[in-house]
C-alpha cells in the first residue's frame, strides 16, 4: 500500500515493546490513510504525524482514553504550527470528510478520526 504524503512508519505504534517486536505493522484503516492523503493535498502544508496506530499497552501508559481510536486505527494526531496552519489542516480534513475533530489546547495537535460508533459531527478542545 503506498501513499503520496505519508509512509507506514509514520502510522505505527511508537512504543517500546512494539519497537523491540520490529513494529506494530500497518494497522491504520486504509480508508483514513487514504482521506488522510487528500486532505494533505488540499491543505498544501505539511502534516505531521505525532501518533497515529497506539496499542493498548501504549495507550494507557501515556494516558489515552480506553476505547480510543487510536487503538482501533482510525484516528491520527497532527501538529500544526500556527493559526494559519490549524485552518489549513481543519479545513483539509472537513472537506474530505473527517468528521471527529479535537483540537489540543495546549499540545498543538489535531486530533481527527473516522469512529463511526462515537458522536458524528463535532469539534472539542482538549
Keep these: 500500500m503506498s501513499f503520496e504524503y505519508f509512509t507506514v512508519a509514520e502510522f505505527e505504534c511508537s512504543c517500546k515493546s512494539c519497537q523491540e517486536k520490529g513494529g506494530s505493522g500497518f494497522n491504520m484503516n ?3 490513510v487514504d482521506r488522510l492523503d487528500q486532505a494533505r493535498e488540499i491543505a498544501g502544508c505539511p502534516f505531521v504525524i505525532t501518533s497515529g496506530y497506539r496499542c ?6 501515556i494516558g489515552g482514553r480506553v476505547g480510543s481510536s487510536h487503538t482501533r486505527g482510525l484516528a491520527v ?3 500544526y504550527n500556527g493559526s494559519r496552519q490549524l485552518y489549513q489542516i481543519v479545513n483539509a480534513l ?3 470528510g473527517f468528521c471527529r ?3 489540543s489546547k495546549t499540545g498543538k495537535f489535531v486530533h481527527a478520526d473516522m469512529d463511526i460508533v462515537k458522536a458524528q459531527n463535532v469539534i ?3
Design 77 to 79: 494526531d497532527i501538529a
Design 56 to 61: 493498548k499497552e501504549h495507550n494507557a501508559e
Design 30 to 32: 486504509s480508508k483514513v
Design 101 to 103: 475533530l479535537g483540537i
Design 94 to 96: 472537513l472537506m474530505v
Design 124 to 126: 472539542w478542545q482538549y
